[in-house]
């Protein structure tokens, strides 16, 4: 349970009591975000208002992709089966957006009932329109990986003529707002992909290693998901269909590409394998595919932990939008004449957009990152009328300042909490569980793990080369001193670090001498760290010496 009092030096006198995050950033939103964004127009440029289904709705990722990358059989690769509504083909099959969600029972539920259902965080997508709607559907089934996250899945974007066009029209000085305003299908596809992008906790871009072709559509979309670029991985797939020095070429390629279109310092984390459950056709990579896959279901895993810290994260990022947006809006409204030249000073003061956007960064110290888009911006202002905005009103203003300086801080704390309170929180079942145990999971009877299932103790095969050394150090009482280990150990030329860690595995006596076979042990260990492998953090037990073995009672 987690209490605080109201804002600023007029507190109230009871404290609001939260049990949960997601009931405390409810309450915040609609107490002290919703009223600023209501009163400057917030949700006629931006985004929808939330509502209490965005803030208890299970982790969602999005997979966005050209046509034949792999998306669908990502998904079928996943749950480790079929889903009501798959089409896999080379072609482009994927012709809607499918919600792919956990459910008793199996089927479909369309678009147009998905938005009247309270319970699911869709219904602002009816603002979209029946062309979109008849192209959204909701996949349910009962799968245990369901149960943690839902996955939604996106047509496929085209290339080839759709392209040819795009670039027509920005030749001819449409640019952005061309593809933008152009109907994918009646509606507008970028739009509905950031709205998906703002309430979901992950986005996959996926790409085809055998035919990596970024089409000028695609750029766009990618464009448009800016401003989470923290939520953003890149999955390279079917890599398994090109050889080494081939895909060495197509992954720089598409860091280039990448880094070309996706305005960060940062390099985005690519992910290569291939996700799905057919034979690999070049095993060339097979180790480097398993070591990604590892890392990528690590990363997806973590969703249900972390998903509180994101919608609270996802909160901070919308308030400070709003507060722009009510400074922008209130300044257009200051500098509109009550009566006269209204459609000529509208026009001048969209054109010169940008001057009030710098005026207003220095005004308020606000970080150009937190400003909308321009374009888009103008374009939007073309359909209001200005003289009905609303002036600056500080105390809406101060509200949301005071939920950002001390509310949001209380609340990461108990976000803290509910992450100690339920540590285990990650995604179980489908692909996820397919190597956790046996012999097929990651790195299984290799570094440390070598000799696991061998009735014989594996340091022994090296032992008598590893004698040798041993009773040139002067060995007193069958053991050698640390100094004169040491000497030999640094030889290894593996850092302090290191070496401290090995010989803390090895003295498994704790007497600071090493007998001969724990001189062995710390030589294997240190054959298995040159050799790229980790060192465990507890020695297993096939490596503990046959002598120090306790004999079960």
Request: net charge negative.
């Amino acid at each position: 349970m987690f209490s605080w009092l109201g804002t600023d030096d007029r507190r109230k006198k009871d404290p609001e009591v939260f049990q949960t995050v997601s009931e405390g950033l409810k309450k915040l939103y609609k107490t002290k975000l919703l009223p600023l964004e209501e009163h400057y127009k917030f949700h006629e440029f931006h985004s929808p208002a939330l509502e209490e289904a965005d803030f208890d709705n299970k982790p969602m990722v999005l997979l966005v992709g050209q046509y034949s990358t792999g998306k669908t059989s990502f998904i079928r690769y996943l749950l480790e089966q079929d889903f009501p509504g798959m089409r896999i083909g080379p072609e482009p099959t994927t012709d809607s957006f499918i919600a792919v969600m956990h459910g008793t029972m199996e089927g479909l539920i369309p678009g147009n009932a998905l938005v009247v259902d309270p319970k699911k965080p869709f219904r602002k997508l009816n603002a979209f329109g029946n062309a979109f709607l008849n192209r959204f559907v909701c996949a349910q089934l009962p799968n245990p990986v369901l149960e943690s996250i839902s996955v939604i899945d996106t047509p496929g974007i085209l290339s080839g003529e759709k392209q040819r066009i795009s670039r027509v029209a920005t030749e001819d000085g449409f640019g952005y707002s061309f593809l933008r305003k152009c109907p994918y299908g009646g509606y507008d596809f970028a739009a509905v992909l950031e709205w998906f992008a703002e309430r979901v906790d992950r986005i996959i871009l996926l790409f085809d290693a055998h035919k990596l072709d970024i089409s000028d559509e695609f750029s766009e979309v990618i464009k448009a998901l800016k401003n989470h670029e923290d939520k953003i991985r890149v999955v390279l797939n079917k890599a398994d269909q090109i050889e080494t020095q081939q895909l060495m070429r197509v992954y720089g390629a598409l860091m280039w590409s990448l880094g070309k279109i996706v305005n960060t310092p940062e390099v985005i984390r690519v992910y290569i394998g291939s996700f799905w459950s057919h034979p690999l056709l070049i095993p060339d990579n097979r180790k480097l595919f398993e070591a990604e896959e590892k890392d990528l279901f690590k990363d997806i895993q973590s969703l249900p932990r972390n998903a509180a810290l994101r919608k609270l994260n996802d909160l901070i990022k919308r308030a400070r939008l709003a507060k722009v947006h009510a400074y922008i809006i209130s300044s257009l409204k200051k500098d509109m004449p009550s009566v006269f030249g209204k459609d000529n000073k509208k026009k001048e003061l969209i054109n010169s957009l940008g001057e009030i956007y710098s005026r207003i960064e220095k005004e308020h110290q606000i970080s150009p990152g937190d400003f909308p888009n321009l374009k888009k911006m103008q374009e939007q202002l073309q359909a209001h009328d200005l003289n009905k905005f609303h002036p600056l009103k500080m105390k809406l203003l101060d509200t949301v300042d005071d939920m950002l300086a001390h509310d949001i801080a209380q609340l990461m704390v108990l976000v803290r909490q509910e992450e100690t309170q339920h540590p285990n929180q990650v995604v179980k079942g489908g692909a996820f569980e397919g190597t956790m145990n046996g012999p097929f999971g990651h790195g299984y009877g290799e570094g440390a793990g070598e000799g696991i299932d061998e009735v014989e103790w594996v340091v022994a095969r090296d032992k008598p080369m590893y004698d040798e050394i041993f009773y040139t150090l002067s060995p007193v009482n069958g053991k050698v001193t640390g100094a004169n280990a040491k000497k030999e150990m640094v030889k290894s030329k593996l850092p302090n670090t290191v070496l401290g860690k090995i010989w803390k595995l090895a003295d498994i006596d704790n007497d600071g001498m090493l007998d001969d076979e724990e001189f062995a042990l710390a030589n294997h260990l240190i054959k298995v760290k040159l050799e790229g492998h980790e060192l465990p953090s507890e020695l297993p037990a096939h490596l503990v010496p046959p002598s120090k073995r306790k004999v079960p009672e």
